[in-house]
């Protein structure tokens, strides 16, 4: 299982318990598409709400994004990332 910092993370939330609950950025975008085309099926608009939500937060891929993410959240070691 890859760890927590080689995983492409959406938002990062503490558990009571000192751990980190991860919302993986993949099944945020493809959850976020799904419920989006279901609003918009109503009106035959579904497939662009579909495109539209897996695309919302894509930046979010990039690595700067992702230390930002860590950082911001709190789950963030130097250490761990090859830094003095």
Known sequence: MPSLHH????HLR?????SW???DLKDHLIHVA??????ADEF?????????????DLGKYN?????YIRRSNGDYS???NGQD
């Not at 690595?63 to 230390?67: A, G, I, L, S």
């Open 44 to 56: 035959g608009n579904g497939d662009w709400l579909r495109a539209a939500g897996l695309l919302h």
């Open 63 to 67: 690595p700067q994004w992702q230390e």
């Open 7 to 10: 995983k492409a993370v959406a």
């Open 78 to 80: 130097e250490e761990e």
């Open 34 to 39: 799904e419920r989006a085309a279901r609003f």
């Open 21 to 23: 609950e991860v919302h």
């Open 14 to 18: 503490p558990n009571p318990d000192g």
